[in-house]
């Protein structure tokens, strides 16, 4: 199939599994207000919805063309969804969406203007998914438009189960006072906790760069307490 076909099937299934996610059609109708935004799925959940494992979803990553100047729309929407849920935020400071009733699945609503990975604000969904951490993640898709934005072919790396780093030019800075945790060391457990997780390979260029930043794993404690519990194989240690 050419690039067009795939994406083609991509929106297809992507657009019926939809159907299937907790809430969503919820969501997708309170979002109607906010007719001069955009909304896209990215991330985790995009691959969920390709491969049809919509039941395995904890969460759903939605990124939302805000802008500061539409700062006040934001506000909004988030003033509305509390009334519609239970409304916490991340560790990023976005706003962090459960459905009524829902304890173990959320939606994390992160607008344009608080996505800063040491680049700055992005302005377009291709900005934001080239600021990613795997190709495979760096996957969008408009709920209104239906359009599919895999500006480096990270659906095709989901397919063939290849973990590839979008980019490996992070500033190696702590992420905020509020999360003192090296930002590449986050990114160095992300790697790793997801090829493990995913049973990907791991493409050259990006294991050169795990291994030659191994001495990470002294930032374990501080992962854990800010992010989750990596799930790693001992395979994988031992190309270390």
Do not use: C
Request: proline letters at 4%; glycine letters at 4%.
């Amino acid at each position: 199939m050419n690039f067009m076909t795939v994406d083609k099937y991509y929106t297809d299934l992507i657009r019926r599994n939809l159907n299937n996610v907790p809430a969503f059609n919820e969501l997708k109708n309170t979002l109607t207000q906010f007719q001069s935004l955009d909304f896209f799925i990215a991330g985790g959940a995009i691959r969920n919805l390709i491969s049809n494992t919509t039941e395995q979803m904890k969460d759903v990553d939605l990124f939302v063309n805000t802008l500061s100047q539409k700062s006040n729309q934001f506000e909004r929407l988030q003033n509305l969804l509390s009334k519609k849920g239970t409304l916490e935020f991340g560790q990023y400071g976005s706003p962090r969406w459960f459905p009524n009733q829902m304890t173990s699945f959320y939606y994390d609503i992160v607008p344009f203007h608080k996505f800063d990975v040491g680049f700055g604000n992005p302005t377009s969904i291709d900005e934001t998914l080239l600021q990613f951490d795997f190709t495979a993640n760096a996957v969008g898709f408009n709920i209104y438009t239906n359009v599919l934005h895999n500006p480096i072919r990270g659906l095709e790396d989901s397919e063939n189960n290849i973990l590839k780093a979008v980019r490996l030019d992070f500033p190696d800075e702590i992420i905020s006072a509020q999360v003192p945790v090296p930002r590449l060391s986050v990114l160095w457990f992300r790697f790793m906790h997801y090829a493990s997780k995913l049973d990907y390979v791991i493409e050259e260029e990006t294991l050169l760069w795990i291994i030659q930043n191994s001495y990470r794993i002294k930032d374990l404690y501080l992962f854990e307490k800010y992010f989750f519990k990596p799930d790693i194989k001992e395979g994988l240690v031992s190309k270390l």
